[in-house]
């Protein structure tokens, strides 16, 4: 069973920055996207960046510029390093992945979410 632990959350002041960590472990042959979403109160879960094996990211429209993700494949994480932080960013950020899992061939296909971390930007 492959899970998922995401830390790093907490209470920041708007223009702060904080670092989100998220480790895979478990029966991992490949990890193809990780990525991190987020869901604030009363909304939808939304993308807010992704980022595939090779190192090519994607990043929702209200992060650009003051998000990065980055992974270090050899350890099965993934990081969101987040600066210049809004009120508006305050959800609970969950971490995604995809790829394969097991032991040996045939793998199965990995789909894993990961708890969450609450990340509360306030003055």
């Known amino acids: 069973q492959v899970q998922l632990v995401e830390s790093g959350g907490g209470l920041v002041q708007p223009g702060g920055s904080l670092r989100l960590s998220c480790a895979a472990s478990?029966?991992?042959?490949?990890?193809?996207?990780m990525a991190w979403y987020r869901q604030a109160p009363g909304k939808q879960r939304e993308l807010v960046a992704q980022?595939?094996?090779?190192?090519?990211?994607n990043y929702a429209d209200a992060v650009k510029g003051r998000f990065t993700i980055s992974r270090d494949n050899a350890k099965n994480t993934v990081y969101l390093q987040m600066s210049s932080l809004k009120s508006e960013d305050t959800a609970v950020y969950h971490c995604?992945?995809?790829?394969?899992?097991?032991?040996?061939?045939?793998?199965?296909?990995?789909?894993?979410w990961g708890q969450g971390t609450l990340v509360t930007v306030s003055s």
């Open positions: 995604y992945a995809d790829g394969l899992q097991g032991e040996s061939w045939p793998y199965r296909n990995l789909e894993v």
């Open positions: 478990g029966s991992i042959f490949m990890i193809n996207i």
């Open positions: 980022i595939a094996i090779g190192g090519s990211a």
